[in-house]
Nanobody, 117 residues
């Protein structure tokens, strides 16, 4: 009964910026970790960034210094600010949340990010 609604994807030129949002609603479990994964055509789904409820963050090496993950616990929303975008960032980006109870995990529907001139 948890729904994750993603927004903010789109087409952007190299060097541009996008901000992704993911809002969780109808949750029946306590959310600990919120994160973003991405999957390019023919590739595996990889972690981009994650953030715990306490604010601890982790980033993939490929996005360090360019992307920033943040969250608003009152709104049950996680954000991904993406700057200095590269064509290699083109992928479907998926929001992911995990509860303190590790039985609970949910995925968003995915939002397309295309970086192209």
């Amino acid at each position: 009964q948890v729904q994750l609604v993603e927004s903010g994807g789109g087409l952007v030129q190299p060097g541009g910026s996008l901000r992704l949002s993911c809002a969780a609603s109808g949750s029946f479990f306590s959310i600990n970790v919120m994160g973003w994964y991405r999957q390019a055509p023919g590739k595996q789904r990889d972690l981009v960034a994650r953030i715990t409820r306490a604010g601890t963050t982790n980033y993939a090496d490929s996005v360090k210094g360019r992307f920033t993950i943040s969250r608003d616990n009152a709104k049950n929303t996680v954000y991904l600010q993406m700057n200095s975008l590269k064509p290699e960032d083109t992928a479907v980006y998926y929001c992911n949340v995990k509860g303190y109870d590790l039985r609970y995990e949910r995925w968003g529907q995915g939002t397309q990010v295309t970086v192209s001139s």
